[in-house]
């Protein structure tokens, strides 16, 4: 089994930064895609960045604001978020998607294997 855990959730007032983390612990090989996804108050489910084939993806909002990486070391992936925006305000999730999962799911909301807890990241000053 893996675990995804989030950490590095808060408040931060407009204009700040923060860095999530998604530790992930089990028995791990590797995946075929990890990503970050966001559910705002009364919105739906965003997939927000994820990294599947080495190509790297962010949906429009947080382009330029919000970066996607990884440490394999740690077994470890983080979202670094800058100029945040009250709009940025939601519960943040780690996922990813095992090995076997299609290169074209691998990013997917239904194609994620696995799957963090949430986070809270509240923006307001």
């Known amino acids: 089994q893996v675990q995804l855990v989030e950490s590095g959730g808060g408040l931060v007032q407009p204009g700040g930064s923060l860095r999530l983390s998604c530790a992930a612990s089990g028995l791990i090989l590797d995946f075929a895609g990890i990503g970050w996804f966001r559910r705002a108050p009364g919105k739906e489910r965003e997939g927000i960045s994820c990294?599947?084939?080495?190509?790297?993806t962010y949906t429009d909002s947080v382009k330029g604001r919000f970066t996607i990486s990884a440490d394999n070391a740690k077994n470890t992936f983080y979202l670094q978020m800058s100029d945040l925006k009250p709009e940025d305000t939601a519960v943040y999730y780690c996922?990813?998607?095992?090995?076997?999962?299609?290169?074209?799911?691998?990013?997917?909301?239904?194609?994620?294997?696995?799957w963090g807890k949430g986070i809270s990241v509240t923006v307001s000053p």
């Open positions: 996922a990813a998607a095992g090995l076997v999962t299609p290169s074209t799911e691998a990013c997917k909301t239904y194609g994620m294997d696995y």
């Open positions: 990294i599947a084939k080495g190509s790297t």
